[in-house]
């Protein structure tokens, strides 16, 4: 049910929104030292829209995040974010924005609604207004029996919806949530995805990173795969998994050997190589066609394969594939 | 302004709460009192009229200040690692609001517990000789002091790179009045150690509490502690500043 939930909302908002980017960055290069941690990237979110930066650690996120919301200045290249640029109208852009990091940045020895009136406080709002914000958003967070209680008592997912909750204080134009997921046990990501959906279905503009696929295809309109710092592709996720193979054929080998041996005689095309498991995974179409001419040419002896399984591609493929060697 | 009030009303709830370090901010100066007094005290001879009780307040007095106000450094550096600082900053909260609400917090802190040590001391025998506007006095210096070192830890805590990095500051700031006329008067120690021990802040901060609550002469170490305090600030706020706006984590 909440899948279809979230399909709905995306095509709903894929009509809604305007072409008129709400964020957008040119040529954004940083180095730390000799580490080149984005290699000049561009990027362009419209307005409600919801963008998904994929990759795995290391490939430059939460870099590209920092920057875009005026933590970090890049080395080289150009941002605007809500309509001003981070580098020389940084407090324009930081009254439009929020960010949510990648640790629940909440004050633990502090109740759930403690920190939510500080933070309407310190986003200018009267001792009575920061007060009503925050019981709407206690109640909103499904927080409202815990926003007595300090956030040390908080279990993982409620500190995350409080980190959220904080993050709305201001009804910001663009929210930044840099993989918001994180450290959560199923059944909490579960309910951060759908406040995330509710979010853009309410017309906030959401950029998130993630390192999960099926985070970025549940939530993002667009899904960017970043690696080493560069982008290495971009598209709905639809789009992303046609750019691979749909199937996908998984050989179990008969020893180490006739593993080196078919695995030789694949080259690029094997994507997957487990040594323990004894397995190979290649793409194909699916037809008995190509399986058969392709295990007659990897293995003309008919010994180095014992079996063979053939399934649908999952987007664990197409990210593998895309930030292969 | 608003913004200082608001983080020095976080800073406060947040010590207020933290029982076991708000336990040790008290008892720890408790136990020192204690100990230098009754322990050490009958074996040191400082080379004045004065009971050792009454001659190491002071000292004491300032150990304390130094201690509890170093922890800011943790605290600070706390709110790097947790996140906080970067929420803060892409909210456009200036770091100057962020160090008057530490240091602010710090010194409401202090006070409690130098009221403790005093109350101490005066069971242990203290004898100060000092009429209301010295009493003022002493609590600017000691005032000055804490906003200094509260201010230092500030920059210490957002250039560390964990907690436990910050709370070695703790212990640089604790050995301080060690080697000053804190406990024992300059002359007692190796020549070598004279130069140190004389130049470095505590002693001049030492001898004009000193001067201010016994007596005793003053001389030029009222200007150079001030100096002292005001030197260290302005560094302070000038690093804090320029690690705010950089800092990355």
Redesign the interface.
Known sequence: MRITYTIDSKAARATRCSEEPVLEATGLEKS?GEVRVLAGIDLRMPRGGVLALLGPNGAGKTTAV?IL????RPDAGRARVAGFDVLSE??QV??R???T?????V?E??TGA?NLR??G???GLGRAQASARAGELLERFDLLDAGGR?VATYSGGMRRRLDLA?SLV?DPAVL?LDEPTTGLDPRSRQTVWLLVAELAERGVSVFLTTQYLEEADRLADQIVVLDRGAIVAQGTAAELKRRVAEQRVVLTLAGPDALAEVAWALGDRAIEIDREELTIVAPCDGGAREVRALLDEIDPGRSAIDDFAVRNATLDDVFLELTHV | MSESMILTARCLRLSRRQVDALITALVLPVLLMILFVELFGGAIRTGTTLSYVTYVVPGVLLLCAGYSSSLTAVAVCQDVTGGCIDRLRSMNVRGASLLVGHVAASAARNLASGVLVLVVALALGFHPHAHALEWLASGGVLLAFIVAVSSLSVAVGLLARSPEAASGFTFLIMFLPYASSAFVPVRTMPGWLHGFAAHQPITPITETLRGLLLGTPVGSNAGVAIAWCAGILLVSILASGALFARRVA
């Open positions: 730390y920092r919301s005026t933590l970090i940084r407090e930081r009254r924005i929020s960010l990091g990648q640790y629940a940045a004050d020895l502090q403690e500080m933070i406080r310190l986003r300090r904080m201001s930044f």
